[in-house]
């Protein structure tokens, strides 16, 4: 019975990150400087992202990515995506990328 309730409060903590991760300030760091390229689905589809060829995160390359690589790809930039190292600091880094994981469709 211990056990049951240890499950029913961790899924409860498990929903409320994820919540905390959808609206947090990943969410709108991404809105402010992603967005524009990557787009709000994260598909890469807007104007700045057909012209700078924005792959979508959910690309299987993108999805093979951890966590790590994601947060070296956002901090030192790759060909037309922008280092984001001197413009974020590394607590806004790792929460964009989370952020960006919540948009991957698997
Ligand atoms: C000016 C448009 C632009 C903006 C702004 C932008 N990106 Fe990108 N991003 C790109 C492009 C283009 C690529 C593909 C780069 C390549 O493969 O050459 C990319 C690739 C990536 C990758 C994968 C890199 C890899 O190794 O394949 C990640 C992760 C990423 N972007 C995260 C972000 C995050 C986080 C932000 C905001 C803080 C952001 N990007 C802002 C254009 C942009």
Redesign the pocket.
């Known amino acids: 019975m211990k056990s049951r309730m240890a499950i029913a409060i961790l899924s409860v903590m498990a929903c409320s990150a994820t919540t905390l991760v959808a609206q947090g300030p990943g969410a709108d760091?991404?809105k402010?400087?992603?967005?524009?390229?990557?787009a709000a689905d994260g598909s890469?589809n807007t104007p700045?992202?057909k012209?700078?060829?924005?792959?979508s995160?959910s690309s299987p390359?993108?999805l093979k990515?951890s966590t790590a690589?994601?947060?070296?790809?956002?901090k030192e930039?790759?060909?037309?995506?922008?280092a984001?190292s001197d413009?974020?600091t590394g607590a806004?880094?790792t929460a964009?990328?989370a952020?960006?994981q919540t948009l991957q469709k698997k």
């Not at 690589?69 to 956002?74: G, I, M, N, P, R």
């Not at 930039?77 to 922008?82: A, E, L, R, S, V």
């Open positions: 760091t991404y402010a400087k992603c967005a524009m390229c990557h890469g700045a992202g012209a700078t060829k924005t792959p995160f390359e993108m990515m690589q994601l947060v070296a790809a956002t930039g790759k060909g037309k995506m922008p984001y413009k974020l806004q880094i964009v990328v952020y960006i």
